[in-house]
T-cell receptor
Framework: DTAVSQTPKYLVTQMGNDKSIKCEQNLGHDTMYWYKQDSKKFLKIMFSYNNKELIINETVPNRFSPKSPDKAHLNLHINSLELGDSAVYFC???????????????FGQGTRLTVV | GIQVEQSPPDLILQEGANSTLRCNFSDSVNNLQWFHQNPWGQLINLFYIPSGTKQNGRLSATTVATERYSLLYISSSQTTDSGVYFCAVGGKLIFGQGTELSVKP
């Protein structure tokens, strides 16, 4: 009964393809996030949804589109994949918007995306 | 935006040694977390500690919010403590660059 689960764990695909990464949380949290970890292990927020509404949208190419069908799911769709998209993508969730007291974030196991 | 700096960037310890990792941040925050990224890439929550001191077994953490820093103490280190330790702060959970810890047997 993993709290935040992502699928797939590994994804190898060719340049130009479109792919999706799925994320589900069973913690009953209201807020979900996508983070990107680059080859130097630097982690940076990409998007955040609160109750299915987009609340954080960092400077990310519009080839990346998050979709939240309900507050327990936040999927990441990537169009026209490029070599530079290779990274580890982490999903996370928290009880409330981060920054509000008590809003501890919990992370999924990550999806290692390799674009060849 | 908030800047987060961690030190040292790398640390090699002999098993059984103690260590202190530091996280400085540039603005006041009401959220701070410490994570351990193990060699398999999992991000494990260590502490949610916007202020004060907490302890969990051999690990403890202290955040002095007014002085904008947090410390993570690891005592009697074990090889399983190896990995990267991150602090992250603020509304967007801004991460530091991490401290890569290697504990040798």
């Amino acid at each position: 009964d993993t709290a935040v689960s992502q699928t797939p764990k590994y994804l190898v695909t060719q340049m130009g393809n479109d792919k999706s990464i799925k994320c589900e949380q069973n913690l009953g949290h209201d807020t979900m996030y996508w983070y990107k970890q680059d080859s130097k292990k630097f982690l940076k927020i990409m998007f955040s949804y609160n109750n299915k509404e987009l609340i954080i949208n960092e400077t990310v190419p519009n080839r990346f589109s998050p979709k939240s069908p309900d507050k327990a799911h936040l999927n990441l769709h990537i169009n026209s994949l490029e070599l530079g998209d290779s990274a580890v993508y982490f999903c996370a969730s928290s009880q409330a918007v981060i920054g509000i007291p008590g809003a501890e974030a919990f992370f999924g196991q990550g999806t290692r995306l390799t674009v060849v | 935006g908030i800047q987060v700096e961690q030190s040292p960037p790398d640390l090699i310890l002999q098993e059984g040694a103690n260590s202190t990792l530091r996280c400085n941040f540039s603005d006041s925050v009401n959220n701070l977390q410490w994570f351990h990224q193990n060699p398999w890439g999992q991000l494990i929550n260590l502490f949610y500690i916007p202020s004060g001191t907490k302890q969990n077994g051999r690990l403890s953490a202290t955040t002095v919010a007014t002085e904008r820093y947090s410390l993570l103490y690891i005592s009697s280190s074990q090889t399983t403590d190896s990995g990267v330790y991150f602090c992250a702060v603020g509304g967007k959970l801004i991460f530091g660059q991490g401290t890569e810890l290697s504990v040798k047997p």
